[in-house]
Structure formats: structure tokens, C-alpha cells
């Protein structure tokens, strides 16, 4: 377990790295300015075997500085913080390619969520998740996967499927065209990110285009590649604002 603050471990060197990733043992990093809040989840995650939480933050600036010295693989961030908050922390973590970033949202900050998306977060869970959710989530993100909290992804296709903005909306943007957005895929492509879009893992699109599931992970990184989104969840956001999938799909 982790003492808030005072049990930094940066990561070693490349032997002990490739020790660690043999192992499946997961680097987290924990912010939040709530003392409490850091004590209590650092508590709950270093009882799990393949989780390490190598140290901790009480605001962004922080956070970031110690993405660089520690090396984590995944941080679990607060928005709501004072100084650089986490979305700006994030958006610098992720531009670095310092570590995944999983966010801890409420249920009625939207705002927080998209900004969070467009800052490049890989998870999305509501403070008041269950703890395995929280620790599947954890795991989710660090190897590789994107992850959204039911409650949120209703909201984020909610806001997706709104009506868009009128012509008389000030700095309405024009919505995205289709074919323009999806035009440097195949077809094949296309209906991969179909799939992702509907929740499909990679093992049950190759289900259900009977083909491997290691073609379908290229299929998934080439669309990321040509669209130039960094997961999976904005594969998904991606996929409802060109109409590629609708609620209820």
C-alpha cells in the first residue's frame, strides 16, 4: 500500500520494466485533492496482485510532474481539483504519452466528459462505482482498451443524437460530414468501426465477420491510424456524430 505522498517509486530500469510487464503488473498513479479520497483508493488498489500504486497527487501540475519521474501506466484522475484541474493534466499526459488516463466523473458534469474525450481519457467512471467496477476499469485501461461507465455512455449518446445547433446558434459548427469523415476507410473498415461503435469486443466482431481476431485488431488500429483518434472511445463518439450508428442500433 501506498502512504499518500510519501512513497513515490519511480520506475526502474529496463530490466525491471520488462519484469514488471511480464508480469501484467499495472503502474497506477493516483490523483485527487482529497486526501481522504487518495488514502482510501490507494488502499483498495495495492490489495490486488497485479495493480502497483506507485504514488499519488493532489492536483494536475503534480500529476504531471510525476507521470514523468514515475512512469505509471495508468492514472486515475480527478477532474475537479484547484490549480491545473485534470482535464488540462490529462490532455498533457496523453499529448506526452506519459500514461492512460482514467477519469473519475459525476453523473451531471457533461462538460467535464466531453472536454475529458477531447483531451484524450481512456476510461470514464463515476465516483460512486462499485470498486471491482474500479478496479476492472483500471485493468481495462492500462492494457489497452477503452472503457465508459454505462450511466455516461447513455449521456454521450445522448448529447450525440441532440438535434444540431440552428443556423441563428452563435459559433454553431457545422456538423460532420459522413462521407467526408469516413471517406480514407475501406469498407471492411467501416464496418469495424460500426462494431466498436455498438460495444462489440474484438472478439466478437471476428465472430461475426468470421475472420481472426488478430485481423480485426488491425482493421481497429488502422481505422484509429486514418481517422487520428487515440482509442477506442473516440472511435465511438466518432461514430455517432457521422450517423455511422444511432441510438438504439
Do not use: W
Not at 488502499?43 to 514523468?68: F, N, Q, S, Y
Not at 470498486?131 to 449518446?157: C, K, N, Q, S
Not at 443524437?161 to 462521407?179: C, G, L, M, V, Y
Amino acid at each position: 500500500m501506498t502512504v499518500p505522498g510519501t512513497n513515490d517509486r519511480p520506475r526502474a530500469g529496463s530490466e525491471h520494466t520488462h519484469e514488471a510487464a511480464r508480469a501484467g503488473v499495472l503502474r497506477v498513479l493516483v490523483v485527487d485533492d482529497q486526501s481522504l479520497m487518495r488514502s482510501g483508493f490507494s488502499m483498495m488498489l495495492g490489495v490486488e496482485p497485479d495493480i502497483d500504486v506507485v504514488g499519488d497527487a493532489a492536483d494536475g501540475a503534480t500529476a504531471i510532474e510525476k507521470c514523468r519521474r514515475l512512469r505509471p501506466d495508468v492514472v486515475l484522475m480527478d477532474v475537479q481539483m484547484p490549480g491545473t484541474d485534470g482535464i488540462a493534466a490529462t490532455e498533457i499526459i496523453t499529448g506526452e504519452h506519459l500514461a492512460k488516463v482514467l477519469i473519475l466523473t459525476t453523473f451531471d458534469r457533461d462538460d467535464y466528459l466531453f472536454d475529458a474525450l477531447r483531451a484524450g481519457a481512456s476510461g470514464f467512471l463515476l465516483k460512486n462505482s462499485d470498486p471491482d467496477d474500479l478496479v476492472d476499469g483500471i485493468r481495462a485501461v492500462g492494457h489497452g482498451h477503452a472503457l465508459l461507465a454505462p450511466e455516461v455512455t447513455r449521456r454521450v449518446i445522448e448529447r450525440l443524437a441532440a438535434p444540431p445547433p440552428t443556423d441563428d446558434a452563435p459559433d454553431a459548427e457545422p456538423p460532420r460530414s459522413r462521407a467526408s469523415a469516413l471517406a480514407v476507410l475501406t469498407a471492411r473498415e467501416t464496418e469495424v468501426l460500426r462494431l466498436v461503435a455498438r460495444g462489440l469486443s474484438n472478439a466478437e466482431i471476428a465472430d461475426e465477420l468470421v475472420v481472426g481476431e488478430a485481423t480485426v485488431k488491425t482493421h481497429v488500429s488502422s481505422c484509429l491510424a486514418k481517422l487520428h483518434l487515440r482509442d477506442r472511445v473516440q472511435a465511438v463518439v466518432l461514430a455517432y456524430e457521422v450517423g455511422l450508428v444511432h441510438p438504439g442500433d
